[in-house]
């Protein structure tokens, strides 16, 4: 078969364009060793009990990944290398914890941990192993009917401080930036990452508010995402807020 030059940099550039897609990066992961099945809700994210539920409880803590709190909610899927013990396809984890063992990149839960083996019996023996050689890459976070929603951090103080953080964010892109606009007049105001995935303000803007996010992907790509609904003017502490918005993916 003859091919055109165009269609061979077309072939080339899909070869280069999946391969991109699939390669993993080859590492440690170890498993926090006083949890029960599921992750820590003092995880450094500050996502709360929500922190080590999501996701059926596979999550993880990351080390270099965590990086500063912008990692937090990031998806990996991470699989063990030990063919006798391991599947091909690991398990897809949420990062809500920081943390780092011996030359891990990883702290899985417990639950997360067993479910990188292909059975009960194999699980057992990872466990038992206690930090294993793995290979991961990022994936796309995947909330099915869900819509991003606002989680109003339990210490905000109405209408002094504000601090809430962000779940289910589908995808696999950051949200660097959040705003915070009145609907009347249309004042924004740019709110602090005070740590992990929690965004906090002082005097925030009153009424209802708006809300804007700023997605940015690995090739330096943005874009604003801005909230069907407002967050209404008397919210509370502890609420959740559905946004009425998602990334597609
Ligand atoms: C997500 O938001 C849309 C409005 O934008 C709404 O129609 C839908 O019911 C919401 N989905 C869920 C699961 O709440």
């Known amino acids: 078969m003859a091919l055109s030059l165009p269609s061979l940099l077309i072939l080339l550039t899909t070869l280069l364009l999946t391969t991109e897609a699939t390669t993993f990066i080859h590492s440690r992961a170890a498993y926090y060793p006083n949890s029960d099945e599921h992750g820590t809700d003092v995880g450094a994210c500050g996502f709360g009990s929500f922190g080590a539920t999501i996701n059926g409880g596979d999550v993880s803590a990351a080390s270099d990944l965590y990086r500063d709190g912008v990692g937090c909610g990031d998806c990996y899927q991470v699989r063990c290398t030990n063919s006798h013990y391991c599947s091909d396809k690991g398990v897809t984890v949420v990062i ?8 891990t990149d990883f702290i899985l839960s417990r639950r997360a941990f067993g479910r990188m083996a292909q059975t009960n019996d194999a699980a057992a023996s990872l466990l038992a192993l206690g930090v294993v050689d793995i290979e991961y890459r990022r994936v796309s976070c995947s909330y099915p009917n869900k819509n991003i929603t606002i989680k109003i951090d339990e210490n905000s103080n109405y209408p002094y401080y504000l601090a809430f953080v962000l779940w289910y964010q589908q995808g696999d892109k950051d949200i660097t930036a959040v705003q915070l606009c009145e609907t009347q007049n249309f004042v924004c105001k740019l709110l602090d990452r005070s740590y992990g995935a929690v965004w906090t ?29 407002n967050i209404p003017e008397n919210w509370k502490a502890g609420e959740t807020y559905d946004t009425g918005v998602q990334i597609d993916i």
């Open 96 to 103: 809500t914890d920081q943390g780092s063992g011996p030359n």
């Open 201 to 229: 303000t002082t005097s925030p803007p009153s009424g209802p508010l708006s809300l804007r996010m700023l997605l940015s992907g690995e090739d330096g790509d943005e874009s604003w995402i801005v909230p069907v609904n």
